[in-house]
């Protein structure tokens, strides 16, 4: 690529600069280049050269922060200084509390690591044993596990990890409240002391930090939750998130824009290829949207920046490295496709709109993983971020007639109407006035913006209720403690013992009382307890006993024989869009 140029504000620094200054080999380089990646992250920035150095890093960041990348480059980099083609041993291991992180982290790691031939595989309970024994035996570089299964193999003699020179523990945090302290030691113990270690968590909860004090050796403390800010005056700006699915993003963009009818906006993604595939899809649906980001030449800039200005186009959709330093005014609207990576680049971002004491609009659509982060931008901006609903079909065509019907006022008060009147004349002697009027008020209506209508609606995701409370406290068992109702202890004791013969606990007939994370504030009904034990572990529903669904947590009886096998299934599962906290209630313990 290249970017360059005399003198102007816009000129944007070369993407593979970022990276490579950072110390990565160009083929780590090239692959986040070929993702779009313009520039590295706060933690990117903070954690990969400590990794590379072979130092131990202690972080705090929540998820969409770039973090994944974060440990992941340097881990390839380092594992495969050493590699050899013929005899693959597992190098690197990242554990991460979920089946569903499991995944995406193994395809990150597979995405970076591609070129550089590092051969990644997820491990994780609910899947075939047969599959994974067949890859861990062709040779594997890099494992991503849940605890309860990397123990599984560890207990099987099937995963090694005597040879590990690097080990991630991604949300940390998030394995402690699922219960997998005892894992992790277990785990931890099978790997050399010399390995190096870097360790994420959200919080720094003390459990957190007694394990990175155990297990880490004068760790690199990174941190970008505190980022404060830009001070000055509080812009007149109105803050909403939406929370959808990623595959439902462009739909709730599209139908968020139609409610709003913004007169300028900026739309940023994180990297360019979003930026490319957005105006492309955009465009398909009928909006004026022109691309902006840091591949494209000085002179296409220019022509894209002349169009916005111009008003030819109406949406301009951009990584922040080519927005940085734009001359631009004004915009009504900013939207984050994407959450921003941090604080201060959620800040740069809507800066864009509410200048001048003008009013604006920032619009940021979150996936409901990425809540943490939405939290931390509150928790540093001090303003309110308010989550809604994404319009239904319902409030679409209600806007639509409604801006039918303004158009149609212009028109009654500007007259010169005479040419039209005919038509409604000859047409009156059959036919109704009124009727005769719908009916051009309805051609106008659905020729109103020649965009397709929709007819299904988009799921709106939930998120933990806030209550004003930092991110962690919100959630998790101590959280449910804190709000516990007294409740007479019962004698259904479950017998805690040793987590490793893990399986058939629990005699027959024996009722177990299991936490399960999620209370009313997520919207959780009887039903979809019920739901999930039934339908996902395949318990009778008979079987069930009561449930008592408190405000951030639930407890459920459950057959003593089932109890390991269903929390490990919820543990695998979701409940109303969120993952789920299961374990044995330690209070009936
Ligand atoms: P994570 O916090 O690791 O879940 O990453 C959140 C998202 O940011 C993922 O979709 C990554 O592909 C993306 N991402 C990570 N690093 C960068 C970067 N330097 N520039 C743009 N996007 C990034």
């Known amino acids: ?42 933690i990117q920035r903070e954690a990969i050269p400590p990794l590379l150095e072979g130092r131990d890093v202690l972080g705090q960041a929540a998820t969409g922060t770039g973090k994944t990348a974060a440990f992941a480059l340097p881990l390839l980099q380092r594992i495969g200084e050493s590699r050899n083609d013929d005899e693959r041993i597992v190098r690197g291991m990242i554990l991460v509390p979920t089946r569903e992180l499991a995944m995406q982290v193994a395809e990150a790691v597979h995405r970076y690591g591609r070129e550089y031939g590092i051969r990644v595989l997820p491990i994780y309970g609910g899947q075939a044993m047969q599959q994974q024994l067949r890859s861990l035996k062709r040779g594997i570089d890099v494992v991503v ?8 193999h560890i207990r099987r003699h099937t995963l090694r990890l005597a040879d590990v020179k690097m080990l991630v523990l991604d949300e940390a945090d998030e394995m402690l409240d699922m219960g997998f302290a005892e894992d992790l030691e277990a785990i931890l113990a099978e790997m050399p002391a010399s390995r190096q270690t870097a360790l994420f968590s959200a919080t720094m909860a003390p459990a957190i930090r007694a394990i990175a ?26 803050e909403v998130a939406y929370v959808v699915q990623r595959r439902h993003k462009v739909a709730a963009l599209a139908r968020v824009l139609d409610m709003e009818a913004p007169t300028s906006t900026i739309v940023f993604c994180r990297t360019r290829t979003e930026v490319d595939e957005l105006t492309e899809t955009l465009g398909g649906r009928g909006y004026r949207a022109e691309a902006l980001h840091g591949g494209l030449s000085q002179e296409q800039r220019d022509r894209v920046m002349r169009r916005f200005r111009d008003g030819a186009s109406e949406l301009l959709v951009a990584t922040d490295v ?9 915009v009504s609207h900013v939207v984050n496709f994407d959450v921003p990576s941090s604080p201060d680049a959620y800040v740069h971002r809507v800066g864009r709109t509410g200048r001048a004491g003008r009013e604006g609009v920032a619009i940021t659509l979150a996936e409901a993983r990425e809540h943490r982060l939405l939290r931390n931008i509150e928790h540093a901006t001090k303003r309110k971020i308010s989550i809604e609903s994404v319009p239904t079909v319902f409030d679409l065509r209600a806007r639509r007639i409604e801006l039918t019907r303004a158009s149609l006022e212009e028109l009654l008060t500007g007259g010169e109407l005479d040419a039209y009147r005919g038509v409604v004349e ?80 629990g005699e027959r007939g024996e ?37 008592d669904i408190a405000d951030r947590f639930s407890i459920v009886e459950v057959p003593g024989e089932a109890a390991e096998h269903i929390i490990r299934v919820l543990r695998g599962t979701t409940i109303r869009g969120k993952r789920v906290l299961a374990r044995r209630d330690r209070d009936a313990e």
Do not use: C
Request: glycine letters at 12%.
């Open 1 to 42: 690529m290249t970017e360059s140029t005399s003198g102007d504000s816009t000129t944007q620094p070369d993407s593979a600069l970022g990276f490579t200054a950072l110390g990565l080999v160009p083929e780590l380089v090239a692959a986040v280049a070929a993702l779009g990646y313009e520039e590295p992250t706060d």
């Open 145 to 152: 596990a849940t605890p309860g299964r990397a123990l599984d």
């Open 213 to 238: 004090s155990r297990h880490l050796t004068e760790p690199v403390r990174v941190t970008i939750e505190r980022e404060q800010a830009a001070p000055g005056e509080a812009p007149r700006v109105r």
């Open 322 to 330: 080519a927005a940085r330093g734009l001359d631009i005014e004004h």
């Open 426 to 505: 000859s047409l009156a002697d059959e036919y109704d006035v009124l009727d005769v009027a719908a009916a051009a008020v309805k051609m106008a209506d659905q020729a109103a913006d020649g965009r397709p209508s929709e007819d299904e609606e988009i799921p709106n995701e939930t998120v933990p209720r806030r209550d004003g409370r930092p991110p962690r406290e919100s959630r998790g068992g101590r959280d449910a403690r804190e709000t516990r109702e007294p409740r007479a202890r019962r004698g259904d004791r479950g017998d805690r013992g040793d987590r490793g013969d893990r399986g058939d606990r």
């Open 511 to 547: 009722i177990v009382r299991l936490f399960v994370g999620l209370g009313r504030k997520a919207g959780v009904r009887p039903g979809d307890l019920v739901g999930a034990i039934a339908n996902e572990a395949g318990v009778d529903s008979r079987d069930i006993g009561a449930i």
